[in-house]
């Protein structure tokens, strides 16, 4: 956040219009986490936290909630695999049903899972 706020004109005291329309999606998302670490949230649902940031802000996003929300119970919705790859648990849909509930090593490692196949299109593997 240091070099996000750095960059706004009155800094801190920087005016967020309604909706964070001054903002772009990217900054809108940090600021929320932001806001779920200062509450010290025991709940945090991410729906596609990291989309609109690049990849190295999304390891930044990632590397925090892994720190700062460690006892706390975290739903990610993604479409991107390593945004969950390091998950207790992975919920797979397929058409809207739930076709897979596991750790998702114990799905990369299973050839028959839609898991492991969405790994394997997306370059990552079981190591």
């Known amino acids: 956040m240091d070099s996000f706020v750095a960059t706004l004109t009155d800094l801190l005291n920087y005016k ?6 001054n ?3 990217g900054q809108r998302q940090l600021i929320c986490l932001a806001r779920a670490l ?11 936290a990291a989309a609109s940031v690049d990849m ?12 700062q929300f460690a006892d ?17 648990k992975v919920m797979v849909l ?4 739930i076709s897979e509930f596991n750790e998702p090593q114990t799905l990369l490692h ?4 839609l898991f492991y196949s969405l ?6 593997s079981a190591s």
Do not use: F, M, Y
């Open 56 to 67: 190295e802000t999304d390891q930044l996003i990632q590397k925090t909630i892994k720190q």
């Open 94 to 97: 397929e058409a809207g049903r």
């Open 16 to 21: 967020v219009s309604e909706g964070g329309e």
């Open 72 to 88: 706390c119970t975290v739903l990610t919705i993604a479409h991107r695999l390593h945004t969950v790859i390091d998950s207790d």
């Open 110 to 113: 299973n050839p028959n899972s």
């Open 38 to 48: 200062l509450r010290k949230s025991k709940l945090l649902v991410l729906d596609e």
């Open 23 to 25: 903002l772009s999606v």
């Open 119 to 124: 790994a394997q299109d997306a370059g990552i």
